[in-house]
């Protein structure tokens, strides 16, 4: 099992910054990716971005590129999500995810652990 532990969440007003961290534990040698997503209310989970967890190549959603970071600390096993030019259609709950055989990194259903949660808001 991997337990994933979002933090950094909150209220931040357009055109600012927040930084989302997760920190992952337990089998974490398991897991292939790192990825975070966010639903907002009525809507679908999106995804925001991810990872290797080896190192590599990341991907963004296209609403979110330019804009968002993922990185990651292996030593510290915790992975962060930079958020630049915050909007308030970045608003919505925003999930850490990890997958052990992953294959499209876009797809929510390919991904085997998710953290609680966290809430980021943008005021308009």
């Known amino acids: 099992q991997v337990q994933l532990v979002e933090s950094g969440g909150g209220l931040v007003q357009a055109g600012g910054s927040l930084r989302l961290s997760c920190a992952a534990s337990?089998?974490?040698?398991?897991?292939?990716?790192m990825g975070w997503f966010r639903q907002a209310p009525g809507k679908e989970r999106e995804f925001v971005a991810a990872?290797?967890?080896?190192?590599?190549?990341?991907y963004y959603g296209d609403s979110v590129n330019g804009r968002f970071t993922i990185s990651r600390d292996n030593a510290k096993k915790v992975v962060y999500l930079q958020m630049n030019s915050l909007k308030p259609e970045d608003t919505a709950v925003y999930y850490c995810?990890?997958?052990?055989?992953?294959?499209?990194?876009?797809?929510?259903?390919?991904?085997?652990?998710w953290g609680q949660g966290t809430q980021v808001t943008v005021p308009s």
């Open positions: 995810a990890a997958g052990k055989s992953i294959v499209t990194v876009r797809l929510d259903a390919q991904y085997d652990y």
């Open positions: 990872m290797w967890w080896s190192g590599g190549s990341t």
């Open positions: 337990g089998r974490t040698f398991s897991i292939n990716v």
